[in-house]
């Protein structure tokens, strides 16, 4: 079975930096997707940042302050966050849409991390 385990969340200062770590436990053969999205208390899921066959997009809000990256090479995607601001705590969850290898095949599928928590305080 394909997991997404996502780490680095946790309480950062206004202003500050976290990176975030999301690790398949499999390779994986493609993606049409792969991506960070979070959810905030009484809001709905949104995308934060994508990486796709055409290239990488970021929402308005983090733009210039957030950059997602990946290696391949450790099967393994980070969101690096820098001059966090308040708006920004929610859970945080990776997102791949792909051919990851569960232990036996190459199975296509929109997988999910778990989620972590980011606060900023002020």
């Known amino acids: 079975q394909v997991q997404l385990v996502e780490s680095g969340g946790g309480l950062v200062q206004a202003g500050g930096s976290l990176r975030l770590s999301c690790a398949a436990s499999?390779?994986?053969?493609?993606?049409?997707?792969m991506g960070w999205y979070r959810q905030a208390p009484g809001k709905q899921r949104e995308l934060v940042a994508v990486i796709t066959s055409s290239g990488t997009n970021y929402a308005g809000s983090v733009k210039g302050r957030f950059a997602i990256a990946r290696d391949n090479a450790k099967n393994t995607m980070y969101l690096q966050m820098s001059s966090l601001k308040p708006e920004d705590t929610a859970v945080y969850y990776c997102n791949i849409r792909g051919s990851l290898y569960d232990g036996s095949a190459y199975r296509y599928g929109d997988y999910w991390g778990q989620g972590t928590q980011v606060t900023v305080s002020s």
């Open positions: 499999g390779s994986m053969f493609s993606f049409n997707a």
